[in-house]
């Protein structure tokens, strides 16, 4: 889940909640029912069963950035796609 649009992403003020990383860097997962709930993105890869609540993914995209309209992710529905967008080789 790594894109190099993402890889210097800084949210600035924003601590996360498993690991203390500030601020969080590349991918940040918002708790959607709690009002001040983050995790980074190897927090939330280890640690999102144990947060019962589902999370959105926020990230900051460089003004180059490749937006994917009228296109949704098969994986997560994401739409439209944001930055690098994999089509597998079996189903084109």
């Not at 709690?34 to 609540?53: A, E, G, I, M």
């Not at 309209?69 to 994986?75: A, L, Q």
């Amino acid at each position: 889940y790594n894109s190099q649009s993402y890889d210097d992403s800084v949210h600035t003020n924003t601590r996360c909640n498993g690991c203390s990383m500030y601020p969080v860097r590349g991918r940040r997962y918002k708790c959607v029912t709690c009002r001040d709930f983050d995790y980074c993105q190897t927090c939330y890869f280890k640690n999102s069963k144990k947060h019962d609540h589902p999370f959105v993914c926020k990230t900051l995209m460089k003004q180059n950035t490749k937006v994917h309209y009228n296109v949704t992710c098969d994986g997560c529905s994401m739409t439209p796609i944001y930055g690098k967008r994999y089509r597998c080789c079996k189903c084109i």
